[in-house]
């Protein structure tokens, strides 16, 4: 387990791995365990970062806020702390969210941005999340925090196909704090990219899952649309997590995107 001190307190990350950096964030209410079974693949060819944001895993809990635009302090503070110059960026819905941002705020930062079910517009947000983001709502459920587990034990089969994702994400949330849990989903219910999407000038990917319950699959739209370097990538299989859904599919077409000088193949239809 490695850590660094950051502006807003610690920021924990894995690590695994040799050669180039890649940087994996993960989504609302995850954490860096997602990726252990990507970490282990592409370890075996890039130097691989799996970060918690703050507010969740194992990373401080007590910033004012928790909104988008923190998390992606928080990347370029990460990146500037161990030197690293520039890399590209592999994020989870949210985490997707936050890398398109770096790339727009910071485009000297990122060589590359691959995007995993993430909302480019917050209203893509599934019902549930966008009232996630009121706050007395939030409160309630946070509070009544058995019922909320139980929620999600009854509909993991329908987020995801995987077998050990309810136990992953029931784990995720004992970490997580009352307020990184209303914070980070009210600022991205908040979130608009569109208007931005057209100045990220490096490779793009979205991938994204036809079954997908947490976030409209259908922003993949909005990416090909606003991203002059944008390439699709559709899971027909797959929910909100690819990576767990159809974890070969998945591994294979994200090294395919690393390594490629110019991965422009579309398959959108």
């Not at 964030?25 to 693949?41: D, F, I, N, R």
């Amino acid at each position: 387990m490695s850590s660094i001190t950051t502006d807003q307190g610690i920021l924990h990350y894995e690590v695994y791995g040799r050669g180039q950096p890649v940087l994996l964030l993960h989504g609302w209410l995850g954490s860096w365990g997602l990726w252990q079974q990507t970490m282990k693949y592409l370890g075996q060819y890039y130097r691989t970062y799996a970060l918690d944001f703050w507010g969740f895993g194992e990373s401080g809990k007590k910033i004012p806020t928790f909104a988008v635009q923190d998390f992606v302090s928080m990347v370029v503070q990460f990146m500037e702390r161990l030197g690293i110059e520039s890399a590209p960026l592999v994020g989870h819905s949210m985490g997707g969210t936050v890398s398109l941002s770096t790339a727009i705020h910071y485009p000297d930062r990122v060589s590359k941005v691959a995007v995993i079910g993430s909302p480019v517009l917050g209203s893509s947000l599934a019902l549930t999340l966008k009232l996630a983001g009121n706050r007395w709502i939030a409160s309630m459920v946070f509070n009544a925090m058995w019922a909320l587990r139980l929620g999600l034990r009854l509909s993991a089969p329908i987020i995801s196909s995987n077998p050990n994702f309810y136990r992953m994400i029931s784990h995720d949330l004992s970490r997580t704090t009352l307020e990184s849990f209303i914070h980070s989903i009210a600022s991205l219910r908040r979130t608009d990219l569109r208007p931005f999407l057209s100045q990220i000038k490096v490779p793009t990917m979205g991938m994204y899952g036809d079954k997908d319950v947490i976030v409209n699959p259908k922003q993949w739209q909005l990416i090909q649309a606003g991203i002059q370097s944008a390439c699709i990538e559709r899971f027909s299989h797959s929910g909100h997590f690819i990576m767990l859904d159809e974890p070969e599919r998945f591994m294979d077409t994200i090294r395919k995107f690393l390594d490629a000088n110019d991965y422009m193949h579309r398959r959108d239809h």
